[in-house]
C-alpha cells in the first residue's frame, strides 16, 4: 500500500516536472521563469532537509487537524442526524459555516486567534472537516431499518447504539473519508500557513513565492506528496486494521 | 384479546392506488392466526398498521387490553454484525426467559450456529434466529411476516408446533404463502383481497393443528375455502 | 470627407497592440500609467495598450518571457532575481525614485534619528519580503544583527502595530501609509516614518521592464510605449491636472474616498517625482548597483549580474 502510494506519487511528479522542462525548452524559457534540472537538483541540496522539517511540522498540524475535524464531524453528524428543528438547524449551520471561503474567515481567525499553531489548526480542521461531515451526516441519517427495527420494536434503541449500527454498517466508507480527507487537512494546513502562520511548508512557499523561486516550491512539493503519500497508506492500513478487528472481535456498547 | 379494522381506508405516499378502501374484520385471540393473500395485496402493510406504524387515511384500528405488547418481525431482518449470534441473542434476552432461549435455540436447530456471525448462517438459519429474538420478549400479539422463509418444511412444522405449545395464551399473526401450512395450523386464516374486491377482507376458520400430517377431507375443505376467498 | 475618415481610422488601424502588466491593483501608485491609457498618450503614439493590474501572483518578468505581455512593472529585486536566472528582461524607466516601503512609528517615541536607535526595538518584516532585506541592510549598516532587536512577522493586518506589541511596521508610504497615519492621529496618536532612503539605503522600488528581444527588434515601439508611458506619469503628477488624476484613479479605485486619493496622489509625486523639474523615469544607477550590491550581500543571489547591463532608460546625468 504504502510502496504503490509512493511510486504512483513519484510518477505524477516526474511527469509534472517533465513537463515543465519540456515547455522551459520548447518555449526557450530561463531559468527565473521555469528552473533547468541543475537549478532543481542544487536547490533540492540547499533546502531538502530545512523544507523536511517544515513538511514534518505541517503534516504534524494536518495530523491534529483532521483528528479534531474528525471529532467535529462526528459530534455534528450525530446531532443532525435526527429529522428534528434542532438537527435540521445543526445541519444548516453546518453548512453555512462552509459556504464563506476560508480566505475570507482567515483575517477573522488571524485576528482573533494570531499566527501560532492554533490559527493553522483551526483553519486546517475548517477545511478538512466538510466532507467528513457530509458522509459522517449521510451515514448518520440514514437508518438501517433491518437491524434498527428490533431494537425500536422492543424499545431498546439508544442514540449510542444508534450511532453504533450506522458506523458498524458504513465503516468502509468511513475508513475511505477519514483516508482521503488527509489530503484536504494537509492542504488545509498548507493555506493556513500560506495566509496566517510563521512556520511550516506553506510559510516557506510563501517566501519562495515572494523571491519567485519555482526551484524551492517544486522541492516544496515533492517533500508535501511524499509525506502525504506515506500518511495516506498508514491511515489506509489503520482503517482495513479496525475494519477487521471490529469484525472480528465485536464491540459491546449496549447491544 | 381482539383486534379489529372497521372501514379502513389506507393510501401510501405515491402509490397510483390505495391498499385500503373497506377493510374490516375482527380477529379474535389468542392462539396461532394467519394472514394470508397474494404478493403486493397489503399483508405488510396491514401488519404495520396493527403495530401502530402506519395510521389509517380514515375508519378505525381498535386492539383490545389483552394485546397492548404487540411485537412485528419479519424475513428481512439482520443482526449487528459486531458479535456472534448467542451473544447477541444473550445480551437481548431478558433474566426470566433466559432458559426459553436455550431451548429455542435448540429445538430450532440453531444451537450449532450460535458461534457465528449473523451474516455467515444461512437464510433459514438467519429467520430463525431472528424469531427468537423476539419469542424471548415479552409480548401479547406477534406478527410473524414470513419468518420461516427459506426453513425446511419440517422445521418450520416443528417450529410451529413448538410456539403454538410455548405460547397457547398470545395472539400471533402469521404472514404466509403456504396453504397448506396455514390451513392445517392456524385457528383463523384472514384472507386479504384486492382492494377493489368487497369485502376486501375474509375470514376463513383453519385446523388450528387438529387435521394431523396427512391432507384429510376436512383439510382439503380448509384450503379450498381460502383458495375461494382470495 | 472620405479621406477625412480614412486619415482619423489609420491611427487606430496601424495601433500596436501590447499588454503592459502593472505590479498590483490600481491605485495611486499607478496613477501614470492610467492616466497615460486613459488621456490618450498610448493611443498617439500609435500603441493599443491593454492596461492589466497586478496583484500578489502576478510576476510580470515571467508574463514577459512566456508572452503574454510585452512590458510589465517589476520591483527592482525581481528584475535582480531574474537576471540572475538568465531571464532575458531589461528596465526601461524606473517609475519610483524614492521606495515607498517604509516604516510606521509611533510620535509618541524618540525618533529615529539614527540607525543605532533601532537597537532593542520590535520591528515588522515580512520575511522573503523587500522589507527584510531593507532592514537587514539598516540593521548590517548600524552594526546591528537579530539579536539586538525583535524581528516580528508581518501579515496583512496591522493589529501587532495597533496593539503596541511592535514598535515599527512596514507600509507603503503613499498607500497605506496614510489611512493608517489617519487613523492613529484620529486616535490621538499621532506617527511618524521611517525612511530607508534617509540613512543612505536606496533600494529600488517599481520599474517598467521589457524583453531583451523586443528592445532589439522593435526599438521603435519600446521608445515610443516609454515616453507615452512617462509623459503620461508627467501629466498626472502636474498639479494642474490634479483633479483629472484624480478622476482617473477613482475610476479603477472607486473604494477609496476622494480626499484620501489627493492626498495619496500627492505624496506618490513625491517618490516619483521629488523636485518640480525632475524628468520622471530617470534610472537611478547608483541605487540600482546598491540594490544588487545588497542582495549579494545578503546570499539572495549566488553571483553578480551586472544588474548595469539590463539598465536602458533615461539615466541620471
Known amino acids: 500500500m504504502l510502496a504503490r502510494r509512493t511510486y504512483q506519487f513519484l510518477i505524477v511528479y516526474a511527469a509534472g516536472l517533465a513537463l515543465l522542462l519540456g515547455l522551459k525548452y520548447l518555449a526557450g524559457l530561463s531559468d527565473y521563469v521555469i528552473p533547468g534540472p541543475l537549478l532543481v537538483w542544487q536547490t533540492f541540496r540547499d533546502v531538502y532537509g530545512r523544507y523536511a522539517a517544515d513538511t514534518l511540522n505541517t503534516l504534524s498540524v494536518a495530523v491534529l487537524g483532521q483528528i479534531v475535524s474528525i471529532c467535529l464531524a462526528t459530534a455534528i453528524g450525530i446531532l443532525?442526524?435526527?429529522?428534528?428543528?434542532?438537527?435540521?438547524?445543526?445541519?444548516?449551520?453546518?453548512?453555512?459555516?462552509?459556504?464563506?471561503?476560508?480566505?475570507?474567515?482567515?483575517?477573522?481567525?488571524?485576528?482573533?486567534?494570531?499566527?501560532?499553531?492554533?490559527?493553522?489548526?483551526?483553519?486546517?480542521?475548517?477545511?478538512?472537516?466538510?466532507?467528513?461531515?457530509?458522509?459522517?451526516?449521510?451515514?448518520?441519517?440514514?437508518p438501517?431499518?433491518?437491524?434498527?427495527?428490533?431494537?425500536?420494536?422492543?424499545?431498546?434503541?439508544?442514540?449510542?447504539l444508534e450511532v453504533k449500527i450506522r458506523a458498524f454498517e458504513n465503516l468502509h466508507k468511513l475508513t475511505t473519508v477519514v483516508a482521503g480527507s488527509a489530503t484536504l487537512a494537509m492542504a488545509g494546513t498548507i493555506v493556513a500557513e500560506f495566509i496566517a502562520a510563521n512556520a511550516g511548508i506553506g510559510y516557506s512557499i510563501r517566501i519562495a513565492l515572494y523571491q519567485s523561486d519555482l526551484g524551492k516550491i517544486l522541492v516544496a512539493l515533492f517533500h508535501i506528496g511524499i509525506s502525504l503519500s506515506v500518511y495516506q497508506a498508514l491511515l489506509e492500513w489503520a482503517g482495513a486494521r479496525v475494519q477487521r478487528r471490529w469484525e472480528a472481535?465485536?464491540?459491546?456498547?449496549?447491544s | 384479546m381482539q383486534i379489529s379494522c372497521d372501514d379502513i381506508a389506507l393510501s401510501l405516499a405515491g402509490a397510483e392506488r390505495p391498499v385500503f378502501t373497506a377493510l374490516s374484520f375482527t380477529l379474535k385471540g389468542p392462539g396461532f392466526h394467519a394472514l394470508f393473500g397474494p404478493s403486493g395485496v397489503g399483508k405488510t402493510t396491514l401488519a404495520r398498521l396493527l403495530i401502530g406504524h402506519v395510521r389509517p387515511d380514515a375508519g378505525?384500528?381498535?386492539?383490545?387490553?389483552?394485546?397492548?405488547?404487540?411485537?412485528?418481525?419479519?424475513?428481512?431482518?439482520?443482526?449487528?454484525?459486531?458479535?456472534?449470534?448467542?451473544?447477541?441473542?444473550?445480551?437481548?434476552?431478558?433474566?426470566?426467559?433466559?432458559?426459553?432461549?436455550?431451548?429455542?435455540?435448540?429445538?430450532f436447530g440453531i444451537e450449532p450456529v450460535l458461534g457465528q456471525r449473523f451474516a455467515r448462517l444461512s437464510l433459514g438459519q438467519k429467520n430463525r434466529v431472528n424469531l427468537i429474538r423476539y419469542l424471548v420478549q415479552d409480548f401479547d400479539l406477534l406478527i410473524m411476516d414470513e419468518s420461516l422463509a427459506n426453513v425446511d418444511e419440517r422445521t418450520r412444522e416443528q417450529i410451529i408446533v413448538k410456539i403454538k405449545a410455548l405460547f397457547p395464551d398470545r395472539f400471533f399473526l402469521y404472514i404466509s404463502h403456504n396453504v397448506i401450512e396455514v390451513a392445517r395450523f392456524c385457528r383463523q386464516v384472514l384472507v386479504l383481497r384486492g382492494a377493489h374486491r368487497r369485502p376486501q377482507a375474509v375470514t376463513v376458520p383453519g385446523l388450528d393443528g387438529r387435521g394431523g400430517a396427512t391432507v384429510s377431507p376436512e383439510m382439503e375443505k380448509a384450503m379450498l375455502a381460502i383458495m375461494n376467498a382470495v | 470627407m472620405l479621406l477625412a475618415c480614412l486619415i482619423a481610422a489609420a491611427p487606430a488601424d496601424a495601433a500596436d497592440p501590447v499588454t503592459y502588466r502593472l505590479k498590483w491593483l490600481c491605485n495611486s501608485s499607478t496613477v501614470g500609467d492610467l492616466y497615460a491609457d486613459v488621456h490618450g498618450f498610448f493611443a498617439a503614439a500609435g500603441l493599443a495598450v491593454e492596461v492589466r493590474a497586478g496583484g500578489p501572483e502576478r510576476d510580470a518578468i515571467k508574463e514577459l518571457e512566456l508572452g503574454q505581455a510585452q512590458f510589465g512593472v517589476a520591483s527592482a529585486d525581481q528584475v535582480i532575481r531574474a537576471a540572475a536566472k538568465g531571464s532575458p528582461v531589461v528596465v526601461i524607466a524606473q517609475i519610483f525614485q524614492v521606495n515607498p516601503l517604509q516604516w510606521i512609528y509611533r510620535a509618541s517615541r524618540p525618533p529615529i534619528d539614527d540607525l543605532a536607535d533601532l537597537e532593542g526595538l520590535t520591528i515588522g518584516v515580512t520575511y522573503g519580503g523587500n522589507d527584510e532585506t531593507i532592514m537587514r541592510t539598516l540593521l548590517a549598516k548600524a552594526g546591528l544583527d537579530d539579536r539586538d532587536v525583535t524581528l516580528m512577522s508581518v501579515r496583512y493586518d496591522f493589529t501587532p502595530f495597533y496593539r503596541g506589541r511592535a514598535d515599527l511596521w512596514p507600509i507603503y508610504r503613499n498607500s497605506q501609509g496614510i489611512v493608517i497615519a489617519d487613523r492613529m492621529t484620529r486616535a490621538g496618536e499621532p506617527v511618524r516614518f521611517f525612511n530607508p532612503a534617509d540613512f543612505?539605503?536606496?533600494?529600488?522600488?517599481?520599474?517598467?521592464?521589457?524583453?531583451?528581444?523586443?528592445?532589439?527588434?522593435?526599438?521603435?515601439?519600446?521608445?515610443?510605449?516609454?515616453?507615452?508611458?512617462?509623459?503620461?506619469?508627467?501629466?498626472?503628477?502636474?498639479?494642474?491636472?490634479?483633479?483629472?488624476?484624480?478622476?482617473?484613479?477613482?475610476?479603477?479605485?472607486?473604494d477609496t474616498p476622494p480626499d484620501l486619493l489627493a492626498r495619496q496622489l500627492r505624496v506618490t509625486r513625491e517618490l516619483v517625482r521629488p523636485t518640480a523639474g525632475f524628468a520622471i523615469g530617470r534610472i537611478d544607477v547608483k541605487a540600482w548597483r546598491q540594490s544588487e550590491a545588497i542582495m549579494r550581500g545578503q546570499g539572495l543571489i549566488p553571483e553578480p549580474v551586472d544588474v548595469l547591463a539590463r539598465l536602458h532608460g533615461p539615466e541620471e546625468p
Open chain 3, 200 to 254: 543612505g539605503v536606496r533600494y529600488v522600488a517599481n520599474s517598467v521592464v521589457t524583453h531583451q528581444r523586443l528592445l532589439e527588434t522593435r526599438p521603435d515601439l519600446v521608445r515610443r510605449f516609454r515616453q507615452a508611458l512617462l509623459q503620461g506619469w508627467q501629466a498626472a503628477l502636474d498639479e494642474r491636472n490634479e483633479a483629472q488624476a484624480l478622476e482617473t484613479i477613482a475610476r479603477f479605485d472607486p
Open chain 2, 60 to 107: 378505525r384500528v381498535s386492539i383490545d387490553d389483552g394485546c397492548l405488547r404487540r411485537l412485528y418481525a419479519y424475513n428481512l431482518e439482520r443482526l449487528p454484525g459486531w458479535s456472534s449470534v448467542g451473544r447477541h441473542l444473550e445480551k437481548i434476552t431478558p433474566a426470566q426467559h433466559r432458559a426459553r432461549c436455550a431451548e429455542l435455540a435448540a429445538e
Open chain 1, 80 to 142: 443532525g442526524r435526527q429529522t428534528t428543528w434542532f438537527g435540521n438547524f445543526v445541519k444548516v449551520a453546518a453548512y453555512n459555516v462552509q459556504a464563506y471561503p476560508i480566505v475570507a474567515l482567515a483575517p477573522i481567525i488571524f485576528i482573533l486567534l494570531g499566527d501560532g499553531f492554533i490559527t493553522r489548526l483551526v483553519i486546517a480542521a475548517m477545511i478538512c472537516y466538510f466532507p467528513l461531515l457530509l458522509v459522517v451526516l449521510g451515514v448518520m441519517s440514514e
Open chain 1, 249 to 254: 472481535a465485536g464491540g459491546d456498547v449496549a
Open chain 1, 144 to 160: 438501517v431499518v433491518e437491524i434498527e427495527h428490533f431494537y425500536r420494536i422492543t424499545g431498546r434503541m439508544r442514540w449510542q
